[in-house]
């Protein structure tokens, strides 16, 4: 039987249970989320709605700058890209949301093929300095007279709020069907990125960050992987971009500055690189910062200026304080501070006594079964003491009466 043979399938149920595990995992998220947004009012359903939209945007980010090593600072035009197709959409045509979201990843990932075309042949600051010249470019692109009356220059497009389905009562509030939306394209799109990162993919992207040349022998044509990568994370940053633009029923330049691809960045840093669990540790930090410098500002008194570069301080302290404490971010973080209570308590336990009532074990030598049924330990003949061979000669004589 060959290696082939035998690995096959290993591999295959190595797969499914990687596949089921995900699975079950995106199932008690949505349960999860179900119980929680039914649990609070319609402020913290927004707040979850923007987590959920924004973990989209960061989840993809991390797929090209955590695993792929590459630095890309216009995830925000990319939002952008997205929330203006799914406006245009809605507006022009009134497609079904299911199919407006499509849409937005989809025209969004086209961009991507052509940002990840330059973005194969730069590295390191070119290809950061690529990338932020397209957030800071593509923004202002509604403010060019010929497109003005499409996108709506300066105040943007607005859209119809998506009405909840008749079956849920005429009273179901807005602001908890606008978090499920936003909590399901969340979901799913952790689970796609979790399977195709465990994949053929994730390994080869990572063999291309961490030695270009040494993958490029191996057989990995990392131009195009590189690519796909852009196209992958551009298409999460669309949806992201979509989902924004039905849960604030806009979109405008205004929602997509310069800051909002560095929050990108810092989400990701402060979750984890490489981590989609971290991604939405990094887009819980985006969300609830701005509340926390809110309530700070208030209960303070300070005065607007400073309260409004507050978030953007905290932000800055936060990425510090993280990236001291746990260099591999917070999800990081969690998982050494989980793994050494692991260790402690099972070096409790290993040193814990036995049962009441139980005899030490000796291990000075092997252990002999009698017919008695008891164990006894035997010595070797280099640990025997005089006094032991006294006892067994004792015995012997005894036993001879």
């Given at each position: 039987?060959?290696?082939?043979?035998?690995?096959?399938?290993?591999?295959?149920?190595?797969?499914?249970?990687?596949?089921?595990?995900?699975?079950?995992?995106?199932?008690?998220?949505?349960?999860?989320?179900?119980?929680?947004?039914?649990?609070?009012?319609?402020?913290?359903?927004?707040?979850?709605?923007?987590?959920?939209?924004?973990?989209?945007?960061?989840?993809?980010?991390?797929?090209?700058?955590?695993?792929?090593?590459?630095?890309?600072?216009?995830?925000?035009?990319?939002?952008?890209?997205?929330?203006?197709?799914?406006?245009?959409?809605?507006?022009?045509?009134?497609?079904?949301?299911?199919?407006?979201?499509?849409?937005?990843?989809?025209?969004?990932?086209?961009?991507?093929?052509?940002?990840?075309?330059?973005?194969?042949?730069?590295?390191?600051?070119?290809?950061?300095?690529?990338?932020?010249?397209?957030?800071?470019?593509?923004?202002?692109?509604?403010?060019?007279?010929?497109?003005?009356?499409?996108?709506?220059?300066?105040?943007?497009?607005?859209?119809?709020?998506?009405?909840?389905?008749?079956?849920?009562?005429?009273?179901?509030?807005?602001?908890?069907?606008?978090?499920?939306?936003?909590?399901?394209?969340?979901?799913?799109?952790?689970?796609?990125?979790?399977?195709?990162?465990?994949?053929?993919?994730?390994?080869?992207?990572?063999?291309?960050?961490?030695?270009?040349?040494?993958?490029?022998?191996?057989?990995?044509?990392?131009?195009?992987?590189?690519?796909?990568?852009?196209?992958?994370?551009?298409?999460?940053?669309?949806?992201?971009?979509?989902?924004?633009?039905?849960?604030?029923?806009?979109?405008a330049p205004g929602a997509f500055?310069?800051?909002?691809?560095?929050?990108?960045?810092?989400?990701?840093?402060?979750?984890?690189?490489?981590?989609?669990?971290?991604?939405?540790?990094?887009?819980?930090?985006?969300?609830?910062?701005?509340?926390?410098?809110?309530?700070?500002?208030?209960?303070?008194?300070?005065?607007?200026?400073?309260?409004?570069?507050?978030?953007?301080?905290?932000?800055?302290?936060?990425?510090?304080?993280?990236?001291?404490?746990?260099?591999?971010?917070?999800?990081?973080?969690?998982?050494?501070?989980?793994?050494?209570?692991?260790?402690?308590a099972r070096t409790r336990r290993?040193?814990?006594?036995?049962?009441?009532?139980?005899?030490?074990?000796?291990?000075?030598?092997?252990?002999?079964?009698?017919?008695?049924?008891?164990?006894?330990?035997?010595?070797?003949?280099?640990?025997?003491?005089?006094?032991?061979?006294?006892?067994?000669?004792?015995?012997?004589?005894?036993?001879?009466?």
């Open positions: 039987m060959t290696i082939d043979r035998v690995s096959a399938p290993v591999l295959s149920a190595l797969r499914r249970s990687t596949l089921t595990r995900h699975t079950a995992g995106a199932v008690v998220a949505i349960v999860a989320l179900y119980f929680l947004t039914t649990a609070v009012g319609p402020y913290r359903d927004l707040q979850i709605a923007q987590a959920a939209y924004l973990t989209c945007a960061v989840a993809g980010l991390t797929v090209l700058t955590g695993l792929g090593g590459q630095i890309s600072l216009g995830h925000g035009a990319f939002m952008a890209v997205g929330a203006y197709t799914a406006a245009l959409v809605i507006g022009n045509w009134g497609w079904p949301l299911a199919a407006v979201l499509a849409a937005a990843a989809g025209v969004t990932a086209v961009a991507g093929v052509v940002v990840g075309a330059v973005a194969a042949r730069l590295h390191g600051p070119y290809l950061a300095g690529a990338t932020l010249a397209f957030a800071v470019g593509l923004p202002g692109l509604a403010n060019y007279k010929p497109l003005t009356d499409e996108l709506g220059g300066q105040n943007g497009l607005t859209l119809v709020p998506p009405i909840p389905p008749a079956g849920l009562g005429e009273t179901f509030p807005l602001e908890r069907w606008q978090a499920w939306i936003s909590c399901l394209g969340a979901v799913i799109t952790l689970f796609l990125l979790a399977n195709l990162t465990r994949g053929r993919f994730g390994r080869t992207l990572r063999a291309s960050r961490d030695d270009e040349i040494a993958a490029a022998l191996s057989g990995v044509r990392v131009a195009r992987l590189r690519i796909t990568a852009t196209v992958v994370s551009a298409a999460c940053a669309g949806l992201g971009g979509g989902l924004l633009a039905v849960v604030a029923t806009l979109a500055p310069l800051t909002l691809s560095l929050q990108l960045i810092a989400a990701i840093i402060i979750g984890g690189l490489g981590s989609l669990p971290g991604a939405v540790w990094g887009a819980l930090i985006l969300v609830y910062v701005p509340t926390w410098a809110s309530d700070l500002s208030t209960s303070s008194g300070l005065s607007h200026n400073i309260a409004s570069n507050l978030p953007l301080a905290i932000y800055g302290l936060v990425l510090i304080v993280v990236t001291l404490a746990f260099p591999r971010g917070l999800q990081g973080g969690l998982r050494d501070i989980g793994g050494a209570v692991r260790r402690r290993d040193r814990a006594p036995g049962p009441r009532g139980s005899a030490p074990s000796d291990t000075s030598g092997p252990t002999t079964t009698h017919p008695g049924g008891a164990d006894e330990a035997t010595p070797d003949k280099a640990g025997a003491r005089p006094d032991d061979r006294g006892d067994a000669g004792g015995r012997g004589e005894r036993l001879r009466r």
